[in-house]
């Protein structure tokens, strides 16, 4: 029953219930026979009309169905009422894009200078470039702001990639994109230290590119950041640490996503260019004037279709195709259809799909891949005006709701996924996944074709830079069979009736206004002539027919006897009574009707399981709603109802299974039908067998909270489900038109009013009176008021459906026809109008009682609150209450003679909905509206009985705002005919003629007695540009009020001289009913003027209720039976407890040692079951394990000095300090997420890691740290830790709120969303506390001798204290400077002290490392809000400022937290760790015991006694061991006070020592974080003693070392170089080294050349100083960025010697041969011989085999170069690494200089340069080898010469001789 009101509030149903059941018999008496034909004239048409196969599917099972939903739809007249009036709408919203490029690895290239880019939309930023390597080691940090609504931002892609720089041009290298929604979804919304994989997108087959280390997070308005701390980890998983969501798969293959574009119909054929126009006015309206095509965009690409000319229906058969590995990180595909102008091209409308929507990542056979269609999608974009110039053009680009259908497009999507090369692509297998719903034979020939077709590209193109593997779009045609047109059309009716239109605005005029209604383009009456789609039915010979609507209408009308039309006739419009702003049109008696008959196809099954599902969700969804109201009354009737609701879920999920089970899947089902239908039958089994786990609770007792939590869970998941991406019949719009001009509009989705048979698959507002609030088209401004208010009828469905259009109207109607129908044909014809002739009298009575939480609408941050109650068309308003928030109005309106027509039952049942407008009254000018609520009223009918009704929260909505609350009750009274005044009686009016609310419905009150603690004001601004100087509080509570003491000078001290007052106050009894408390602070001015300075209301006083305690002696006795029980365990930290249910593993540790130390505490009593899991070894007895234990602490005890020497840190010269304590506090706090991160669940894991890091830290000598920690313990020392906290210590310790609240207080406007929650308002703080209760009996004020209040309260006068402030660093600082980097120093503020650290500002740097403290001597209150800014440092022009964050140290220093001075975790005398506080821990406990009453301590040998426990521990220390022990109680006090929430009547945690971790903000970009910064605060009063010198926590200063290699040899480096003559292979090898980072120290061996071998000797050192933090493992670099940079830039990069062999060239540039990268703290060992240095030992070299040259000192060996993961060479090197000092004190030289000079290599003869030497060329290169060639040659050639000679001269000698012979 209770159900069936549409009513919001607790106790709308309770006393309704006589009144339903007479109604609903009334009812169904009067609708009988109506109901009893109906039935069978359904059945009878559905074995008549042709749509057999939809009906039994849809009609199956339904009597099942109907039952389990039965409770969820009962027959209502009038749709469940909504309190808000206007929808959500987009807003802007700055958004923060943070990213850090950490590193990258494995990068492809040789010798490449990486650099990294950056772009987001148009943006782009880059980082710096590094030289030579293939691992660059960036730590960059980038920031992008964006402002705009959430859905523009989440679609923008994130593009990173890596080039590598060249003078001329970059080259890419590789890339990787990610859209902003990505990683806004993720948890934290961040990837953090994920690998991003890099692709090149113009060659998709070669894989992997690299990986690129980054940070991504977006942060909108008050999200909060989780910060990080960053492990450097050289050996890192790569594969295990993507940067891919939480379920993907590392491993992403390539895929193609095809988006086929079929066809379009129904586009507005009206072109937006001027031009067109122009034409148009020439030619006439004979063609369509568009030009559409379409635009496909995803993952950053896009594609278009070609452009069909002049067509409103064009078909393109194109598919788009892009490729993306999958699953791709872009989620959303945009789809816009443009029209081509001439002068510029226009979108016409846009459409998102989400793949998530049409895909399921789930592994195996239930996952599927995004698919979608051949389906079409509506379109919806600004409204068809036939206007020159589009007013809402952005609607069309998809900004905002779409105010019209724009025509829908008919697409598919398929994904398919590359598994070889991206050769082998068979067209084929895409289509067998598509299965597009026709026969395979008709398929044959278009496979055929495009095999042949892909082949051929294929041979065309083999080239490399062939398309198919690049990632650009590809557009091209296919073929399509006819089949997939014969799309089943349906005709579908529209019908609706209007019953009201009230509250039209004024501002129309009296012009006569018509309402439309249509459906796509059918009945809408500019465009309704193209009838759009589906308008067009094809005739047999295929040519389609021009719109029925207008040739055919006759045939129409005659099929069916429905006469169409969509538009109510024009009437003039009449100013409602009692407020001129509103008119009306009177349809009194006549409602008039509208029918709009459509055409569409028949696949309105997806509507239906839509609307089951939606069904669903809302049922839980209002119990829901129901338990949280409950709540507030009693726990187990919220419980029982959570139960029940859930138990109905899971039968509604087994009957939704079962039917979608025996669906018969029609030839009109898409493969994405099918697969959805599956995906819902997995889902729902899935939550329903969690529902009932969590219903029935076997395993554990579930909170309430919790089962609220998976309830809520489950919502969201029905709602995902059952929104559905392929779309059927479009949504319908209401529009009002004034004068033939569209004025505003209502949209309604077309399945919320679908009729089916079946109860659960109707939509919910099918065939319901629902009231809609009409809204303007477009950005609307804001303030805007409703444009109209219609109470509507609305049925849509099937015509075959026709018979149950009237089903449900409410009853007493006679049907008016239309004049013209002929009445012969008609089977059922639609009326023009209804008339309802019976009318009955009503009188309203709306109690308007008190209001809360409304918006403030002035200057002063309050309103003049008054309301209007609009009923019908009668309107009146309530009195003006000036200046408050929570007026109280305690008035009733009286609405005398309401008429309204129908049945009298019936409108008892289901009421006109009553409208409350809130307004702002104004002197000057018009009333400021703040918001509103809808209601509906009790009706009490002339023969019932009178009950008053009960008062009841309504929420107010103002826009998107929440405005509060209304507290009212509104009554609908039936004047009796006989007897008029028979009504019940009213109170005689009050003054001014108002009537009060009568006493029977006024609240029960009785006597509260409210005690205020005022302990003063602060931080208060300037008001009408005066500073406040003499502030007073007033507090105001229902009337009754209390006024603080005046301030007398706020400057000297603004805390108020009396600290508490109380007044007594009449409050309801009721505790949810009580009126807000308002806090008001005024300053008194000269002559007596006071000046509102500000407030603060607050709204639930439920906190501040005193509830009466146990008498004191009651509790501690069983604590004492207890503790004697427990052998005083004292657990370490306050989490333990609870840590031990969490944590399995850790409990199991515990309870073996205690069963060793033979306790007695394992009793299964559940008390102490928690108790031994915190600390096993103070519950030891045996004496033999206590002595073990001493010997432990001793060897922690042991002094310091002795501790210095033991450490085995990296380079054992490395002396503790602060920072060593720092760093291992991070460790811990890593290691602690570690752990627990492998032993539970993930989901567990971001809740539970606070506490562990709390308990590993207080002391690491703990067995149990030793057995879970047992792998780590090795490689820490043991140092004291400090408390690391990720966020600020106020959120850890609850504002430190414990003695005082502090409420701010406001001024200014909040009407808009820019000033709601804007800084802006706040005008200072007042601080104080309250406490309520029922006045007591005998009116004693004190409660001994004391207002409750003053308990625990300090005193409240000035105090001195001495405050330290300790700045240790600051983390992602927003970049100041333009080159993305900032100055950052820090300034101090309090009070009238600043501190300014200009000249200790760190250039060039975004995670500045400060180390400072500082001192501050201030006097509380006037001093107590302490600000840390970070300011930049500029030369030029003031500096910026980057950030800030503010610390109320006042809380702090009187919390009973005890926030002064951080409890260290050890106590020690000396040294790094030594005790810092001012006094000592057996002081402080002593001093605590004091305070809160506690006897003790009482300290004997071995134990501490405080109240009733006991701690024991050891309390005897020796220094060494020939000294005499001293007795010393601190460590073990120190225990204690480690412990004290858990000892009785203390209760509070005391703030450990810490770090803690403060977000910066920026008043210019509010609630977005502009960095974080790490610090802490200590303060001491100065009436004690004063405390030792503060810590020194300077950052260290890098250490100096020099690095010495030498290059001895290389062997087996490649050759490169070919001899021209012999084709003899050699290379001139030479090496080059430098440290990264060091760029500009590159030092060079000489050349060895020619060597045949690849061996080179060279005996060549280089020496490479650096900078090294050797407890950081971080090499640091000073150096200018640039030419122009100013100042040197600081960098911290791991330190890596980088050495690369290269072969010398001397005419062109040298060749790279190979490289080697060394991590100076973890490289693989070398090799001993040449013979045995392989590629393995580089690659593979795992962390034992690792060695550090910071613990070696001096390595030599043999080392491989590598190229392209090749082995290209080895090295055989020497490494000494010696620091500063020893360098200076011996030096080397460089290369084979002094001193220590190197001997020259013994190189081969062959060893030189050809161009230096060329005679020793020619005897190398040429004499060697061809020797005995040249020697014969030479032989033979004298033996010519010879013979030549011979010959040459014998004739002449003969002749000589012959002359003398």
């Known amino acids: 029953m209770e159900g069936k009101k549409p009513r919001k509030g607790l106790f709308a149903g309770m006393k309704l219930k006589k009144k339903k059941k007479k109604g609903e018999k009334g009812l169904t008496i009067a609708n009988k026979d109506a109901l009893g034909d109906h039935d069978e004239s359904a059945n009878l048409q559905h074995g008549t009309l042709g749509r057999q196969e939809e009906g039994e599917e849809d009609l199956m099972n339904s009597d099942a169905l109907s039952n389990v939903f039965g409770s969820l739809s009962p027959k209502k007249k009038r749709a469940k009422l909504m309190a808000r009036i206007h929808e959500e709408e987009m807003k802007s919203q700055n958004y923060q894009i943070a990213i850090t490029i950490i590193e990258a690895r494995q990068l492809v290239g040789e010798n490449i200078d990486p650099v990294v880019i950056i772009e987001i939309g148009d943006e782009k930023k880059q980082t710096t470039v590094k030289e030579g390597t293939n691992a660059p080691f960036y730590n960059e940090y980038f920031v992008f702001d964006f402002v705009g609504p959430q859905v523009f931002l989440f679609d923008k892609i994130i593009n990173i990639s890596v080039m590598h720089n060249k003078l001329i041009g970059s080259m890419l290298i590789g890339s990787f994109k990610v859209d902003v929604g990505m990683v806004y979804d993720q948890p934290g919304h961040q990837f953090c230290d994920k690998w991003a994989l890099l692709t090149d997108p113009a060659d998709i087959r070669t894989g992997a590119k690299g990986y690129l280390k980054c940070d991504i997070g977006v942060t909108g308005k008050g999200d909060a950041i989780k910060a990080t701390q960053k492990t450097a980890d050289t050996e890192e998983q790569i594969e295990k640490n993507l940067l891919i969501p939480k379920g993907f798969p590392s491993e992403r293959p390539w895929a193609r996503f095809y988006v086929r574009i079929y066809k379009a119909e129904g586009l507005p054929k009206m072109n937006s260019s001027i031009m067109a126009n122009v034409t148009k006015a020439f030619i006439g309206d004979s063609k369509d004037l568009v030009d559409p095509y379409v635009v496909v965009m995803f993952a950053g690409q896009m594609g278009r279709t070609t452009v069909q000319k002049n067509c409103a229906d064009p078909t393109w058969h194109e598919q788009i195709i892009f490729k993306e590995m999958f699953p791709p990180l872009c989620r959303r595909v945009k789809i816009q259809v443009w029209d081509e102008g001439s002068m510029n091209d226009v979108a016409l409308a846009t459409h998102f799909i989400d793949l998530k929507k049409i895909s399921n990542e789930q592994d195996g056979d239930k996952g599927f891949l995004p698919t979608f269609g051949p389906a079409w999608i509506n379109l919806y974009g600004s409204p068809r005006n036939h206007s020159l110039m589009d007013d809402h053009q952005e609607l069309n680009e998809g900004f905002g709701e779409g105010v019209s259908f724009r025509g829908r497009l008919f697409i598919q999507i398929a994904v398919e996924i590359l598994s070889g090369g991206a050769h082998e692509l068979k067209f084929s297998s895409i289509i067998k996944d598509i299965k597009l719903p026709s026969k395979d034979k008709d398929f044959k020939a278009p496979k055929g074709k495009d095999k042949t077709e892909k082949a051929g590209e294929d041979h065309k193109s083999a080239s490399p830079s062939d398309k198919m593997n690049s990632t650009e779009v590809e557009v091209e045609p296919f073929d399509v069979p006819s089949e997939i047109y014969e799309e089943k059309f349906e005709e579908f009716l529209l019908f609706g009736t209007f019953f009201e239109a009230t509250m039209i605005d004024r501002k129309l005029g009296d012009k006569p206004i018509t309402f439309e209604v249509s459906v796509g383009n059918f009945g809408n009456i500019t465009d309704g002539a193209s009838a759009g789609a589906g308008g067009k039915k094809k005739t047999h010979n295929g040519e389609a027919e021009e719109s029925l609507l207008h040739e055919g209408e006759d045939e129409i009308s005659h099929d069916l006897g429905v006469t169409l039309i969509s538009t109510t006739p024009p009437e003039k419009p009449l100013i409602t009574t009692g407020n001129r702003n509103y008119q009306y049109l009177p349809y009194n008696e006549r409602k008039p009707c509208v029918c709009v008959k459509s055409y569409w196809g028949s696949q309105t099954f997806r509507l239906y399981s839509s609307n089951t599902l939606e069904k669903m969700a809302d049922h839980l969804e209002e119990s829901l709603e129901q338990v949280k109201e409950l709540i507030k009354v009693s726990e187990i009737a919220s419980e029982e109802k959570m139960r029940t609701a859930l138990n109905d879920f899971v039968s509604q999920c087994r009957v939704f299974i079962t039917s979608a089970e025996k669906r018969r899947k029609g030839s009109n089902y898409t493969a994405l039908d099918k697969k959805r239908l599956m995906l819902f039958k997995q889902e729902l089994e899935a939550m329903s067998s969690d529902a009932k786990g969590i ?807 071995g134990e501490i006694q405080v109240g009733t426990k006991v701690f024991k521990g050891q309390t005897v220390f020796t220094e060494d061991e020939n000294e005499e022990p001293t007795e010393s109680y601190e460590h073990l006090s120190l225990k204690v006070l480690h412990a004290w929430e858990e000892i009785p009547g203390a209760g509070y945690k005391l703030v450990p020592e810490h770090i803690e971790t403060r977000p910066l903000y920026h008043k210019d970009k509010p609630g977005i974080e502009q960095g974080r910064v790490q610090m802490w605060v200590d303060m001491f009063p100065k009436d004690m003693p004063l405390p030792g010198p503060p810590v020194d926590i300077s950052p260290r200063k890098p250490k100096g070392y020099e690095l010495r290699v030498i290059i001895w040899n290389t062997e087996d480096v490649i050759l490169e170089d070919e001899n021209i003559f012999t084709g003899q292979k050699s290379s001139d090898i030479y090496v080059k080294g430098w440290i990264k980072g060091l760029e500009e120290d590159k030092q060079e061996t000489d050349v060895h050349y020619n060597s045949l071998t690849g061996e080179g000797n060279f005996n060549w050192r280089f020496v490479f100083p650096f900078h090294y933090l050797p407890a950081e493992k971080q090499m640091v670099v000073s150096k200018r960025e640039n030419i122009f940079s100013l100042e040197k830039t600081e960098r911290k990069i791991p330190a890596e010697l980088v050495l690369q062999v290269w072969d010398f060239e001397r005419l062109s540039s040298d060749d790279f041969l190979g490289t080697l990268e060394l991590n100076l703290n973890g490289f693989p060992r070398a090799a001993k011989t040449a013979k045995s240095c392989d590629l393995g030992m580089a690659v593979a070299a795992s962390e034992e085999n690792k060695i550090s040259i910071f613990q070696q000192k001096r390595v030599r060996g043999w080392w491989p170069f590598i190229k392209a993961g090749e082995l290209t060479g080895k090295v055989e090197a020497e490494f000494h690494l010696v620091t500063a000092e020893e360098a200076e004190k011996n030096p080397v030289g460089k290369a084979r200089k002094e001193p220590e000079p190197l001997e020259k290599p013994n190189r081969p003869d062959t060893s030189f340069s050809w161009f230096v030497n060329p005679f020793k060329c020619l005897y190398h290169l040429i004499w060697r080898n061809y020797k005995k060639y040249i020697i014969i040659g030479i032989i033979l050639l004298i033996l010519i010469i010879f013979l030549v000679l011979f010959i040459y001269t014998l004739p002449g000698a003969i002749s000589h001789r012959i002359v003398i012979g």
């Open 695 to 1501: 219903a029935q609770q076997q395993k554990k007792k579930i909170p309430l909270d919790e089962m609220m939590r998976e309830t809520q869970s489950f919502i969201d998941k029905i709602r995902f489900l059952a929104d559905e991406p392929q779309h059927t019949v479009p949504d319908v719009f209401i529009w009002m038109l004034s004068n033939h001009k569209r004025v505003a509009y209502a949209r309604v989705p077309a399945k919320n009013i679908l009729y089916s048979p079946a109860k659960e698959q109707r939509g919910k507002d099918c065939g319901k009176v629902k009231t809609h609030f009409l809204k303007l088209p477009g950005k609307r401004p804001l303030g805007w008021t409703v444009q109209a208010k219609v109470d509507i009828y609305l049925w849509l469905g099937p015509a075959s459906y026709a018979n149950s259009i009237m089903e449900n109207l409410p009853v007493g109607y006679e049907t008016e026809l239309p004049s013209n129908t002929n009445a012969g044909h008609s089977v059922m014809p639609s009326p023009a109008c209804l008339l309802y002739k019976t009318l009955h009298l009503f009188q309203l009575r709306a109690h308007m009682y008190q209001a809360r939480g409304l918006i403030a609408a002035d200057s002063t941050g309050l309103s003049d609150p008054f309301a209007k109650v609009t009923f019908t068309s009668h309107c009146q308003t309530t009195k003006i209450i000036s200046q408050t928030l929570s007026p109280t109005w305690n008035q009733m309106l009286l609405f005398n003679s309401i008429v309204l027509h129908g049945d009298r039952e019936e409108i008892a049942q289901f009421p006109p909905e009553i409208v409350i407008e809130l307004y702002d009254d104004d002197a000057v000018g018009k009333a400021e509206y703040i918001g509103s609520t809808v209601a509906a009223p009790v009706v009490r009918l002339a023969d019932q009985n009178y009950e008053p009704p009960k008062l009841s929260y309504h929420p107010v909505y103002c826009g998107n705002l929440s405005g509060g609350d209304l507290l009212a009750t509104f009554e609908l009274l039936e004047i009796p005919m006989s007897d008029p005044e028979r009504l019940p009686p009213l109170d005689p009016p009050g003054a001014g003629q108002f009537y009060p609310v009568p006493a029977n419905i006024r609240p029960v009150l009785s006597k509260y007695r409210v005690e205020v603690l005022f302990w003063g004001v602060r931080e208060l601004k300037k008001v009408q540009f005066l500073s406040v100087d003499r502030p007073q509080v007033v507090i105001e509570c229902a009337g009754k009020g209390v006024k603080s003491s005046v301030i007398q000078s706020y400057k000297k001290n603004p805390n108020f001289s009396g600290l508490a007052d109380w007044f007594e106050v009449e409050l309801p009894e009721n505790e949810l009913l009580h009126p807000p408390l308002s806090i008001c602070v005024v300053d008194w001015r000269a002559f007596g003027r006071s000046t509102l300075v500000g407030t603060h209301t607050i709204n639930c006083l439920k906190q501040f209720l005193y509830k009466t305690q146990l008498s004191p002696h009651a509790t501690p006795n069983r604590l004492h039976i207890v503790e004697i029980d427990k052998v005083s365990a004292s657990p370490e930290s306050p989490q333990a407890a609870e840590l031990s249910q969490e944590e399995p593993f850790l409990a199991d540790h515990t309870y073996d040692e205690v069963e060793q130390g033979q306790c007695t505490v394992l009793k299964p009593d559940p008390y102490l079951a928690t108790v031994p899991a915190t600390e096993p070894e103070h519950s030891a007895s045996d004496p033999g394990k206590e002595r073990k234990q001493k010997d432990l602490k001793k060897s922690i005890r042991r002094s310091t000095k002795r501790r210095k020497r033991t450490i085995a840190d990296e380079s054992a010269e490395n002396v503790i300090d602060w920072w060593s304590k720092y760093y291992a506090s991070v460790l811990k706090m890593q290691k602690a997420r570690g752990i627990f991160a492998n032993e539970e669940k993930p989901e567990e894991n971001n809740q539970t890691s606070d506490h562990i890091a709390l308990i590993i830290e207080e002391e690491p000598d703990k067995k149990k740290k030793e057995k879970t920690l047992k792998r780590k313990q090795k490689e820490t020392p043991n140092l004291a830790t400090l408390q690391i906290y990720e966020g600020d210590l106020e959120s850890e310790f609850n504002n430190f709120e414990d003695w005082v609240k502090t409420f701010q207080l406001l001024r200014g406007k909040s009407n808009d969303e820019v000033h709601a929650d804007s800084e802006d308002r706040i005008i200072g703080k007042f601080k104080g506390s309250f406490c309520i209760y029922p006045s007591p009996k005998d009116g004693s004020l004190l409660d001994r001798g004391q207002p409750r209040i003053l308990q625990g309260i300090p005193p409240n006068h000035s105090v001195k204290v001495l405050i330290r402030v300790y700045i240790v660093a600051a983390f992602n600082l927003s970049p100041a400077d333009p080159d993305g980097k900032s100055d950052p120093y820090i300034v101090l503020r309090l009070g009238n002290t600043e501190i300014k650290d200009r000249e200790n500002y760190i250039p060039k740097q975004l995670n500045p490392i400060f180390g400072r403290s500082f001192e501050i001597q201030a006097t509380f209150p006037k001093d107590s809000l302490l600000t840390v800014l970070i300011y930049d440092h500029d030369f030029v022009g003031a500096d910026d400022l980057i950030g800030e964050t503010k610390i109320d140290l006042e809380n702090r220093f009187y919390s009973r937290h005890r926030a002064t001075c951080g409890l260290q975790s050890q106590y020690e005398i000396e040294g790094y760790n030594a005790w810092h506080d001012a006094t000592k821990p057996s002081e402080i406990l002593t001093k605590l015991c004091k305070d809160y009453r506690i006897s003790g301590p009482f300290m004997r040998p």
